[in-house]
């Protein structure tokens, strides 16, 4: 993790138009990034085109950070707002052209790369939740975000965080009930 | 199952693994998108109003007065040639004044002039390029230098010389070339011309 006072010297540099200090910042938090857009996703390919995307943007909107938030706070909020409208032009996509649709259902198949079985369940149920409620789960369960903070970065309120996150975790647990676990 | 448990589940997820040179990869990829397209991001946050209304206000005032000498002066000539752009005079003015800075002056059909700058002074010197655009109702003429991308029509059009002092467009659906002048350029008749000689 780098010290804040580097990160803070890094975006001074990549305001003053220094790509190389920009490059720093994007290997400091790419895999954070890449974690969320593929948690959102279940797709290598996109979480890494969505990874790419989020950056970008950032580096545009980097006038507009004015250091309230942490900066990886910050490029979360990009990256799952992109990863949203990623999914709602898919679902449009889908909608518009049927013979596409199958592929699209096919999606909620992560398929291979995953370490273990454990982890290719996880996503597949991940996959399956309505997207807003995913982004609920992925910001508070996997980036440790409060209900508030999450909140701010969905643009929604407190509350709905936690119907959504309430929801979701209702599913996963239909979903995931015949995994083994640990009894508390 | 109850939460704690299927927190615990959720937690031991792990993702798939990315490669060494995928993740070596993504920031070449950004930053070198970064350096050919972005301008740089300060302005969005140092904009500074009274700097940039002053900045303003000078360009307006030497344009409107190179634009109406020119005029004044070669009001009878009806040719492409008669564009205040064509004149090294006027190219050199501006060069001057705001060195490293120019990406374009555009001359629009109605002889109002506007300079498209560079917030970093960053365009490389090198000589400039006139370019007539007409599609046979309306027309556009600039100057700019070879590596920068004009919008014309909102089509973008990146302008390249080569080595032999020949002047390349490139745009969405076409390509021109001052040297072949059969190149696909569409129903758009192009006039270019080198003036780095004059210039530099």
Not at chain 2, 63 to 86: K, V, W, Y
Not at chain 2, 169 to 189: C, D
Request: with cysteine.
């Amino acid at each position: 993790m780098p010290a804040l006072d580097d990160e803070s010297r890094l975006v001074e540099l990549s305001l003053s138009g220094d790509p190389e200090a920009y490059a720093a910042l994007v290997r400091q938090h790419q895999k954070m990034i890449r974690a969320v857009t593929f948690r959102m996703t279940g797709s290598p390919d996109d979480a890494e085109e969505l990874a790419q995307d989020a950056f970008v943007r950032a580096y545009r909107q980097l006038g507009s950070f004015n250091g309230a938030a942490k900066f990886s706070t910050w490029l979360c909020r990009i990256a799952i707002n992109l990863s949203l409208d990623w999914r709602r032009r898919e679902s449009r996509r889908a909608g518009l052209h049927s013979k596409w649709a199958a592929g699209v259902a096919c999606e909620n198949d992560p398929g291979g790369g995953f370490p273990d079985e454990l982890s290719r369940r996880v996503q597949e149920a991940l996959n399956r939740l309505p997207a807003k409620q995913r982004a609920a789960i992925v910001l508070t369960l996997y980036e440790n975000q409060s209900h508030a903070e999450a909140a701010k970065t969905l643009g929604c309120t407190e509350a709905t965080v936690s119907w959504r996150v309430f929801a979701a975790r209702q599913k996963l647990k239909r979903l995931l009930k015949d995994l083994p676990h640990e009894k508390d | 199952m109850n939460n704690p448990e299927l927190e615990s589940i959720l937690k031991k997820a792990r993702l798939p693994e990315i490669s060494e040179e995928s993740l070596e990869m993504l920031p070449r990829r950004i930053v070198a998108g970064l350096k050919r397209n972005d301008p740089p991001p300060r302005a969005a946050r140092s904009f500074s109003p009274h700097l940039a209304w002053a900045l303003g206000l000078a360009a307006c005032a030497v344009i409107a007065f190179a634009a109406g000498h020119r005029r004044g002066r070669m009001e009878t000539e009806r040719t492409p040639a008669a564009d205040s752009l064509a004149s090294a005079k006027l190219v050199h003015e501006m060069m001057a004044m705001f060195p490293n800075q120019i990406r374009a002056i555009v001359q629009d059909e109605n002889g109002g002039l506007k300079l498209v700058l560079s917030d970093t002074g960053d365009v490389p010197a090198s000589p400039p390029l006139y370019v007539r655009i007409s599609d046979g109702k309306h027309s556009s003429s600039f100057v700019t230098f070879s590596g920068q991308e004009i919008q014309v029509d909102g089509q973008t059009i990146t302008v390249l010389a080569d080595a032999r002092g020949g002047i390349i467009l490139a745009g969405n659906q076409f390509v021109w070339s001052s040297s072949e002048r059969t190149s696909a350029a569409g129903h758009l008749k192009i006039e270019a011309r080198n003036l780095g000689t004059v210039l530099m």
